[in-house]
C-alpha cells in the first residue's frame, strides 16, 4: 500500500497570522485537473510526469484526478513530489453490493487524499441529488479525504435569475450539518453547468458575486472557519482566462476539465495563480 499523503492545509502559520491580522486568512491557491473519463495508463502517466516536472515552479497547491483506474498508478507516479491526487466521485457506503462503484476508503487506500463529489455531470447526468452528495461528503471525511464540492447554476436558472439561490439550496443540502466542515476537510468549486465543457464562462462581475456570495453562506454556518475554505472557479478554466480568473476575490483556484489534459496548459494556469 502506497503511503497517505495528507495535503497541505489551507491556513497561513501563526507568524503570518500576525502579520495580516488574525480575521484574515491566507489561503493557498489550489489547482486541480479534472481528467473525467479520459486516459490510459500510458498517456496518464506521461501526463503526471509533464505535472511534476513543472510543480517545483509552482506556489499553488496541484491536483490531479484520475480515472479510478489509474488513481494508484497515477499516485505512484507522482510521489515524492508535491503533486497530490483525487478521485472523481466515492460511494457514501463503507462496502457493499453497489456494482461498479468505490468507496471512500478504497480512495484513500489508493493513494489519493482528495475526492470530488457533487460534479454536476454526476448531478444532472446522473441523478444525484445534495442529499446523496451531503451523504459522500460525511463518507469521504470519515476516511479523511478532501471533499471537493462541487456546485453551480443550469443556463435557465441563471437566465431566470436564481443563482444565488440555487448555490445557498445547493451548499444547504450537500455539506454535513454536524459542524465538521473546516478549510483542511472541504473545499467548494463553483462549476456554472453552462460553462463546463463550453469554452463560455460568467463575466468576471458574475464569477466574483458568485463566490462572495458561497463566502457569505458559509460565514453564516460556519463562522470564522469560513475564511479557512477554499472556493475554486470551474469551467472552461484555461491559460488564456485564467490569470483575470484567479485575480478576483475569493477565487481560490480551479478546478479544470478539458485544459487540464496537457501538462503545458495545466501548468500555465498554475503558474497563472501564483501571480
Ligand atoms: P472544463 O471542465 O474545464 O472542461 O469546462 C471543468 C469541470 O467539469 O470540472
Known sequence: MLEHVQCDVT????????QFGEDMAVRKKLIAGNWKMNMLHTDGAALARG????????????????????????????????????????????????????????VRDSGASHVILGHSERRHGLGETDSRVQAKVEAAHGDNLVAIVCIGETEV??????????????LDGSLPTSGTITGANTVIAYEPVWAIGTGRTPTLDEVRAAHAHIRAHLEASLGEEALQVRILYGGSMKPENAEKLLTIENVDGGLIGGAS?????FLAIAAAANV
Open 51 to 106: 505535472v511534476v516536472a513543472g510543480a517545483e515552479n509552482a506556489s499553488c497547491e496541484l491536483l490531479l484526478c484520475p480515472p479510478s483506474t489509474l488513481l494508484s498508478w497515477i499516485a505512484e507516479t507522482v510521489h515524492g513530489s508535491t503533486v497530490r491526487v483525487g478521485a472523481q466521485d466515492c460511494h457514501e457506503a463503507q462496502s457493499g453490493a453497489f456494482t461498479g462503484d468505490i468507496s471512500a476508503a478504497m
Open 261 to 265: 489534459l496537457s501538462a503545458e496548459n
Open 11 to 18: 491556513t497561513c502559520n501563526s507568524s503570518e497570522k500576525q
Open 157 to 170: 436558472e441563471r437566465d431566470a435569475g436564481q443563482t444565488l439561490e440555487v448555490l445557498s439550496t445547493q
